[in-house]
T-cell receptor, first 115, second 113 residues
Framework: DSGVTQTPKHLITATGQRVTLRCSPR?????VYWYQQSLDQGLQFLIQ???????AKGNILERFSAQQFPDLHSELNLSSLELGDSALYFC??????????????FGSGTQLSVL | GNSVTQMEGPVTLSEEAFLTINCTYT??????LFWYVQYPGEGLQLLLK?????DKGSNKGFEATYRKETTSFHLEKGSVQVSDSAVYFC????????????FGTGTRLTVIP
């Protein structure tokens, strides 16, 4: 058990809808990272928050947004969903902002299916 | 730019066979290199890492050596077990931090008794 909790584990929705994925980092970790894992594009970094502030942005679509709350949990909001958004979404956490060789702790993911 | 290329799977081996999963990278600086493992139904876990050239990372019988001259970080294990069945990801992080972690596409390993 990595200590990172993601909910829900599975989500099935329709095109055009909006969903929210939730992540609780390990106790004491201030950084939260979101990744998307799809069959055709592998594992891609979406966005990072550190202590409530956006720290880095990767390949995140404009239809997607995220935030980190004062209790350090994070939510990833996906809107106007398309079939191609179906993927496994991982959250990871670390203690510091990201220092090069830092170890990330991953949750078990939310499997999103857009029908 | 930064990228990681892994050998395509799936790889199926018999128990106690020798494992090699190839990984090569492209980076603009001097990255740190990682192998992550994803067991069925779980998130990724760090398996081993190496932070500079000629470093060898090792854990649970797995090894990988950071080869700058060939830009490679191949994963090896001398004798695989059924419990090693998982997806293995090679990754690199440049000096910008963990938010610049680039993953390969993953290699699925199945070990049969």
């Amino acid at each position: 058990d990595s200590g990172v909790t993601q909910t829900p584990k599975h989500l099935i929705t329709a095109t055009g809808q909006r969903v929210t994925l939730r992540c609780s980092p390990r106790s004491g970790d201030l950084s939260v990272y979101w990744y998307q894992q799809s069959l055709d594009q592998g594992l891609q970094f979406l966005i990072q928050y550190y202590n409530g502030e956006e720290r880095a942005k990767g390949n995140i679509l404009e239809r997607f947004s995220a935030q980190q709350f004062p209790d350090l949990h994070s939510e990833l909001n996906l809107s106007s969903l398309e079939l191609g958004d179906s993927a496994l979404y991982f959250c990871a956490s670390s203690r510091t902002p990201g220092q090069g060789d830092e170890k990330l702790f991953f949750g078990s993911g939310t499997q999103l299916s857009v029908l | 730019g930064n990228s990681v290329t892994q050998m395509e799977g799936p790889v199926t081996l018999s128990e106690e066979a020798f494992l090699t999963i190839n990984c090569t990278y492209t980076a603009t600086g001097y990255p740190s290199l990682f192998w992550y493992v994803q067991y069925p139904g779980e998130g990724l876990q760090l398996l081993l890492k190496a932070t500079k050239a000629d470093d060898k990372g090792s854990n649970k019988g797995f090894e990988a050596t950071y080869r700058k001259e060939t830009t490679s970080f191949h994963l090896e294990k001398g004798s695989v077990q059924v419990s090693d069945s998982a997806v293995y990801f090679c990754a690199l992080s440049d000096q910008g931090g963990a938010n610049n972690l680039f993953f390969g596409t993953g290699t699925r390993l199945t070990v049969i008794p």
